[in-house]
């Protein structure tokens, strides 16, 4: 369904809540559930390399618990989330903060993901590199979490 805010200049597009006044496309409940489901079930898809990232801390348990995994898609960051009685403090502050960070990024970017890169399939930091590649375009709020991507 379809929902468009009467006024002028609003196209209503399939899976898409138009809000008129500003224009802009916002994502509609099934996105927001679809979205969510994606960073909450898989773990931080928006964050590149996330097992390389946490390999410091965690590349002993990598081994030990997860080496069967295959790695992409928040399988890794499961994994050690599913065996976190098992694994370091420093680990376990490491896959916490990754996932704090992936939390920022879907709140922040939301609305930039809707538009620029509601085509690219989640996993491998592939949403990260499509938000990168737009810098130019991006919301303000976007642009200061993808300041701090990577970088904590």
């Known amino acids: 369904m379809t929902v468009c805010a009467v006024g002028p200049g609003c196209r209503p597009r399939p899976g898409r809540v138009i809000h008129a006044r500003e224009g802009r496309p916002?994502?509609?409940m099934r996105s927001?559930?679809?979205l969510s489901a994606a960073f909450l079930g898989a773990g931080a898809?928006?964050?590149p390399s996330r097992a390389a990232r946490a390999e410091p801390p965690c590349a002993p348990?990598?081994?030990r618990l997860c080496a069967k995994v295959p790695p992409g898609g928040g399988r890794i960051q499961g994994c050690l989330k599913a065996h976190e009685s098992e694994v370091s403090d420093a680990c376990r502050s490491r896959v916490?903060?990754?996932g704090r960070e992936a939390g920022v990024l879907a709140a922040s970017c939301r609305w930039d993901?809707?538009?620029f890169c509601s085509d690219v399939s989640p996993g491998g930091g592939r949403?990260?590199?499509c938000l990168q590649g737009r810098q130019d375009w991006l919301t303000p709020e976007c642009k200061d979490a993808l300041s701090g991507a990577g970088k904590r």
Request: include cysteine.
């Open 96 to 98: 916490d903060e990754l």
């Open 113 to 115: 993901i809707g538009r």
């Open 32 to 34: 927001i559930v679809c």
């Open 61 to 63: 348990e990598i081994q």
């Open 45 to 47: 898809v928006l964050v």
């Open 127 to 129: 949403v990260l590199a």
């Open 26 to 28: 916002m994502l509609s």
